[in-house]
T-cell receptor
Framework: NAGVTQTPKFQVLKTGQSMTLQCAQD?????MSWYRQDPGMGLRLIHY???????DQGEVPNGYNVSRSTTEDFPLRLLSAAPSQTSVYFC??????????FGQGTRLTVV | AQSVSQHNHHVILSEAASLELGCNYS??????LFWYVQYPGQHLQLLLK??????LVKGIKGFEAEFIKSKFSFNLRKPSVQWSDTAEYFC??????????FGGGTRLMVKP
């Protein structure tokens, strides 16, 4: 049972480049979400999904896209990377209202 | 919109001191509450959770939290901290129709 698998662990992008952060879970959780963690700001919700084919915006969605074609996968796309997107990104999954299980995180630097 | 506030951004304690970290949430309806811990360089792990029932919740590693509905609070406590408790602690709240909202975190440093 792998839980939540998130890749890559580290990434450096140039301003304007695009990339996709991968997230997969094997717990059959309905809910999946992406957070970014910045010093002193806790975790801020970027996008979330309540099931396959359903996504919604969180607190800080600008510059990011998501899709949920399967229950297991919830990739996060950076459309045109900006230095303000330098952060640590966490994917999480859970049952409705339940404990969130987190991936190991992706440390992204945009130069 | 729901919000979660953690009052202490940084806490420094000596080993064996008692710990209390404050957490308040803004949502007035049914809410599920969590405390997570993040050790340096790692992802978040669940310490404890409250859904209903006994408002005093016990978690792992000797941590406990008390849900006080009238105060919209869910404070984390530990009677005697250890150096290994050095970490960042996050309070989080989940209410129906919304996703998990986190507080800003409290960095705890325990001096040996």
């Amino acid at each position: 049972n792998a839980g939540v698998t998130q890749t890559p662990k580290f990434q450096v992008l140039k301003t304007g480049q695009s990339m996709t952060l991968q997230c997969a879970q094997d717990m059959n959780h309905e809910y999946m979400s992406w957070y970014r963690q910045d010093p002193g700001m806790g975790l801020r919700l970027i996008h979330y999904s309540v099931g396959a084919g359903i996504t919604d915006q969180g607190e800080v969605p600008n510059g990011y896209n998501v899709s949920r074609s399967t229950t297991e996968d919830f990739p996060l796309r950076l459309l045109s990377a900006a230095p303000s997107q330098t952060s640590v990104y966490f994917c999480a999954s859970s049952y409705y209202g339940g404990e969130a299980f987190f991936g190991q995180g992706t440390r992204l630097t945009v130069v | 919109a729901q919000s979660v506030s953690q009052h202490n951004h940084h806490v420094i304690l000596s080993e064996a001191a008692s710990l209390e970290l404050g957490c308040n949430y803004s949502y007035g309806g049914t809410v599920n509450l969590f405390w997570y811990v993040q050790y340096p360089g790692q992802h978040l792990q669940l310490l404890l959770k409250y859904f209903s029932g006994d408002p005093l919740v016990k978690g792992i590693k000797g941590f406990e939290a008390e849900f006080i509905k009238s105060k919209f609070s869910f404070n984390l406590r530990k009677p005697s901290v250890q150096w290994s408790d050095t970490a960042e602690y996050f309070c989080a709240a989940y209410n129906a129709g919304n996703m998990l909202t986190f507080g800003g975190g409290t960095r705890l440093m325990v001096k040996p």
